[in-house]
């Protein structure tokens, strides 16, 4: 899967919070699955992509609107965050976003529904609002009506505790709420011999944190226990709160009270090495992550018996629980465990077993990961079954309005033609259960549907060889210009045929390896791994990998997991194909010998008149994953060895996976030296004349079996499609 989380910071350059830790372990943890995950963190800097391990993090500029920041808070984050998402699922092509509701920022990008949206309930406006007991401001109205809004038109909605999801289901009215709970990475290292007794405390000194009923309890702690020290992560010198306290409490001084501000990841990690006991007396916590932190770490915790903290703490064996806003009992609870390191250490104990039972990354990727799989299942089955329904006079008269944008836009973003990709043409028997092959495959009435569509709509058909010539001087008829990636045998056998039938040319991208029976098409020998048996089982490079393959929505998420390992892999990947092969006890190349043409098929389709060939690469890499080396030998090797084998020479050549993620810069200019007139990427879009400055980089339109053939080709040519994806930019080159 191709994930994108949403956050209000991240735990690299700025301060952060429970969201953030949140939104870092889940994603490395997603990460070390096989996913690829991207994080989007609206900020007030400029815009910044860096790496977290594996994890792709895109700091995105927010700017401050003060009207509408003043008036409806959190709208004006919402419209940036979804401009952002937007330009990020162009390249990337997201399969799930999820955003916490906080301030409802997820809201525009819902309402433009343009990927399926997650959202992860943490502690709500209206939860923080009831706990500091004051009438809400405006703003605050807003943002209780914008985060109840944004989960109820979410995909599907997650919190992390059972008391979370009681609350929030019955203030929003929202049924099936899934619980999946936090999760942390566990230290490997034991915790170091303590130098004295501490307390640690994270989180702001604000009224649901429990500010006032930790300050009020130190005091009586310190008189109780000498010598003990407290550190607050979260509190600065600066704070009224702090200054009063100073004021009242001189004998206790910056020494033994130390505010911390915000703390680096490395810092904090020492921090709940040292302490002694945790304690928060934080009135509601949505979860509690930083007690489950503190447990992780065998540290004893003292909170208040109030919302999540009941779950997450066991009132006597992994910490000690009190009413809330009671200081002297909060205080009598941590001196308790200050004065008995024999229960402090079993608590700690208990805890850290707890954890590791309960809410390790591991555990929680796991269900995430299971969770995601069905929920894009269920999707793509509601999206099918919609578009199978038969169409009421609503659906016809949406239909009837796209069609009437699509006229309206034509003549603005249509531009001289298009380029469009196909793959493969098979009876509807025939095509897969997996959505991921399914979408390359439509049936041979679809195709005559299409070229039926075309013929009527009087559009000229032009070979791949005209293209250059046309946007170099087009003549006011808008042309479509047809090919095929791969090398599919079908393409031969059904699609041949019909194009005959209507007398319109056509291109076929051919990799050579397929042909030559040497490389596997792995995504489909994927589907036949993981319909082989009840689970898929090997290793590679001293990992062990193991996929239950009993049910679709198993099989679906290993393909997911399968396949972004395999794309990302570069040479390796064969190695990778030949180990999952072995294991499920197939031939690696047997499914590549049955669906792709041989090279006397491929000499038979290059002798009609109506075809030409390009090349498609020797392996079908993604190329970003190669080396400049590499690259040239799958770009040079395949045009000579293309043109051995037809006789006539090649001048066409289709990226493998051309999508913005596997081809830019690098990439054209290494390819571009193998002298092709025109090269092919996937990008959606239109061909206007300023294209012939770029014909190594020229998009095309892409039929999906996925979608009803001709209305969803006629919407893609008339520009509407790339229009709205590109933001009306019409000459898309990147």
Same mark, same amino acid.
Request: proline share 5%; charged share 20%.
């Given at each position: ?5 949403? +956050? ?16 870092? *372990?889940? +994603? ?7 996913? /690829? ?23 995105? *500029? ?61 502690? +709500?406006?209206?939860?923080?609002? /009831? ?6 401001? #405006? ?108 004021? =009242? ?7 033994? $009270? ?15 090495? #040292? ?49 809330? !806003? ?55 089955? &509601? ?17 009837? =309005? ?13 531009? #001289? ?15 897969? @259960? ?17 070229? @039926? ?53 056509? =291109? ?21 791994? $993981? ?9 590679? /490079? ?55 043409? *041989?090279?006397? !098929? ?7 008149? $109506? ?20 690259? %040239?030998? /799958? ?64 998009? &095309? ?11 969803? $080709? %006629? ?5 509407? #499609? ?6 009306? %930019? ?5």
């Amino acid at each position: 899967m191709i994930v994108c989380f949403v +956050s209000d910071s991240y735990p690299l350059y700025q301060p952060f919070g429970g969201i953030a830790v949140y939104t870092q *372990t889940v +994603s490395r943890a997603l990460t070390a699955r096989g996913h /690829e995950v991207h994080v989007v963190v609206g900020w007030l800097g400029e815009t910044l992509d860096v790496m977290d391990g594996a994890v792709h993090v895109h700091y995105r *500029t927010v700017r401050w609107l003060p009207v509408i920041g003043n008036l409806l808070p959190g709208l004006g984050e919402s419209l940036w965050l979804a401009k952002a998402l937007r330009e990020l699922h162009r390249e990337h092509r997201f399969d799930l976003l999820e955003f916490p509701n906080f301030e409802g920022h997820g809201l525009v990008t819902e309402w433009l529904n343009f990927v399926p949206v997650v959202v992860r309930l943490h502690t +709500s406006m209206v939860e923080t609002v /009831e706990v500091q007991h004051h009438e809400p401001t #405006a703003g605050e109205r807003f943002m209780m009506w914008a985060e109840r809004q944004s989960a109820r038109r979410a995909l599907a909605v997650v919190t992390h505790s059972h008391a979370h999801r009681d609350r929030l289901a019955k203030i929003y009215d929202l049924p099936g709420v899934q619980i999946i709970p936090h999760g942390i990475t566990l230290p490997s290292m034991r915790r170091p011999e303590a130098k004295g007794l501490s307390v640690l405390t994270i989180g702001h000194l604000t009224a649901r944190k429990g500010g006032a009923t930790l300050l009020a309890a130190i005091p009586r702690i310190c008189g109780q226990v000498p010598g003990v020290t407290f550190t607050i992560v979260g509190a600065n010198e600066k704070e009224a709160a702090v200054r009063a306290f100073r004021t =009242a409490h001189p004998s206790i001084g910056p020494e033994q $009270l130390v505010c911390r501000g915000f703390v680096n990841e490395d810092d904090l990690n020492a921090l709940y090495a #040292a302490a002694t006991v945790y304690a928060s007396a934080s009135i509601y916590e949505s979860f509690g992550l930083t007690f489950v932190e503190a447990m992780g770490r065998g540290v004893p915790v003292v909170g208040c018996a109030t919302s999540a903290m009941n779950e997450v703490v066991d009132d006597g064996s992994t910490g000690l629980l009190v009413p809330p !806003e009671n200081a002297d009992a909060f205080a009598n609870a941590v001196v308790s465990l200050l004065r008995d390191p024999a229960k402090c250490e079993a608590m700690g104990e208990r805890g850290r077993q707890k954890v590791l039972d309960n809410y390790t990354a591991e555990r929680m990727a796991a269900s995430v990961e299971n969770w995601y799989t069905k929920l894009l299942a269920q999707s793509r089955a &509601r999206r099918l079954a919609v578009e199978q329904e038969p169409l009421t006079d609503a659906k016809k008269l949406r239909r009837g =309005a796209a069609y009437v944008v699509s006229s309206l836009v034509r003549p603005f973003f249509g531009g #001289a033609g298009a380029i469009v990709v196909l793959h493969r043409v098979i009876p509807a028997a025939e095509h897969s @259960a997996f959505p991921e092959n399914s979408a390359l495959e439509i049936t041979p009435e679809d195709l005559r549907d299409i070229l @039926a569509w075309v013929h009527a709509s009087q559009l000229e058909t032009i070979t791949l060889d005209e293209v250059p010539t046309r946007l170099a001087a087009p003549t006011g008829r808008k042309f479509i210009c047809f090919t095929f990636d791969d090398g599919y045998r079908d393409n031969l056998v059904h699609a041949l045929p019909i194009f005959r039938d209507f007398n319109i040319p056509l =291109a076929v991208n051919v990799t050579n390896g397929f042909v030559g029976g040497t490389v596997s098409v792995w995504w489909y020998l994927l589907e036949q791994a $993981l319909t082989a048996g009840r689970e898929l089982r090997f290793s590679w /490079e001293n990992q062990q990998f193991e996929f239950p393959t009993d049910t679709p929505a198993a099989r679906a998420q290993a393909f997911d997991a399968l396949a972004a390992l395999l794309r990302g892999l570069g040479m390796k990947r064969d190695d990778l194909i030949n180990r999952i092969a072995a294991a499920a006890g197939i031939d690696p190349l047997e499914c590549t010998r049955r669906i792709s043409m *041989t090279w006397d !098929e491929v000499r038979e389709l290059a002798a009609d008149p $109506l075809v030409t060939i390009g090349a498609h690469s020797m392996g079908h890499h993604s190329f970003n994953r190669l080396t400049d080396q590499e690259i %040239r030998a /799958e770009v040079h090797d395949a045009k000579r060895d293309l043109e051995a084998q037809i006789g006539r020479t090649v001048r066409h050549f289709a990226y493998p996976f051309g999508g913005r993620s596997a081809v830019n810069e690098r990439e054209f200019r290494i390819a571009g030296e193998c002298g092709f007139t025109t090269m092919l990427t996937t990008r959606l879009a239109n061909l206007f004349a300023g294209h012939v400055t770029m014909l190594d980089r020229l998009p &095309r339109l892409v039929v999906s079996g996925n979608y009803p053939a001709v209305s969803n $080709l %006629r919407m893609q040519e008339s520009g509407l #499609a790339s229009a709205w994806q590109w933001k009306f %930019r019409r000459l898309v080159t990147t």
